[in-house]
Structure formats: structure tokens, C-alpha cells
């Protein structure tokens, strides 16, 4: 892992992403695990950004219908989380390369109650 964040985000993969990303990305020495990994398959979003919050991961997903009303939400109740990461769908490879350049320059500190877009990664 090469990054000169002294503290990256850990991640929580959500359902529609592609499963292998999770360990490809420990390979590079990052904190990643997949919802399936984590036995929360067909949980409901609500849940899954809770299970993320007690687990201070930030959850990287392409539902932005549903998790940027319940970032909405959290800040309207003034709740804590550690970041919602939003993208559309893209390939493989091309989701790799941005979730890795995430993680090299975004602090865990600085995915603290944000939302970003991975198309801000290219």
C-alpha cells in the first residue's frame, strides 16, 4: 500500500459490487470486506450503513438512491458516519483503479459523515 494517508478509510463493499474488489484491495494492504463477507447479503440498506457505522467503515456503493437520503438523513439527525462512497456503475478495472486512488488520498478523518463520488477519483 502506498499512500501518504496516514489513516485510510475501511471499507464496506455493498451488494452490487464486484466481490473480488475486496480482496484485490487487501492485497494492497487495505481494510476492505464485502457485505456477503460480513453476512449482510439481502440486508436492507438502513442496516448495512448501520452495520458500517458500529464497524467505522465508510460504505462504497452504486445505490445512490438509496444511501444519499439516509446520508441526508443522518445529518439531519445529527447521526455519525463514516463516509458513503457513491458511484456509478463502471467496469471492473475501472472501479479497482478509482477505489484504490481513494484510498491513497482520503484520510478515514476526511470520510468522517461525508458522501463522495467516485468519478471525483479518476
Known amino acids: 500500500m502506498k499512500t ?27 481494510d476492505v470486506i464485502h457485505v456477503y463477507e460480513a453476512g449482510l447479503d439481502q440486508t436492507p440498506d438502513p442496516e448495512i450503513l448501520r452495520s458500517a457505522v458500529e464497524n467505522h467503515r465508510a460504505v462504497v456503493t452504486f445505490n445512490t438512491k438509496d444511501f444519499i437520503p439516509l446520508a441526508h438523513q443522518y445529518a439531519i439527525e445529527s447521526r455519525v ?12 478495472g475501472e472501479l479497482k483503479r478509482r477505489v484504490t486512488k481513494l484510498l491513497e488520498s482520503v484520510s478515514a478523518e476526511e470520510m468522517m459523515n461525508m458522501v463522495r ?3 471525483d477519483f479518476k
Not at 458516519?81 to 458511484?87: A, D, E, K, L, R
Open 117 to 119: 463520488f467516485l468519478q
Open 4 to 30: 501518504d494517508k496516514p489513516n485510510p478509510p475501511k471499507l464496506l463493499l455493498d451488494e452490487q459490487i464486484w466481490e473480488r474488489l475486496a480482496t484485490l484491495l487487501r492485497e494492497q494492504g487495505f
Open 81 to 92: 458516519h463514516y463516509g458513503i462512497v457513491v458511484s456509478n456503475e463502471i467496469s471492473q
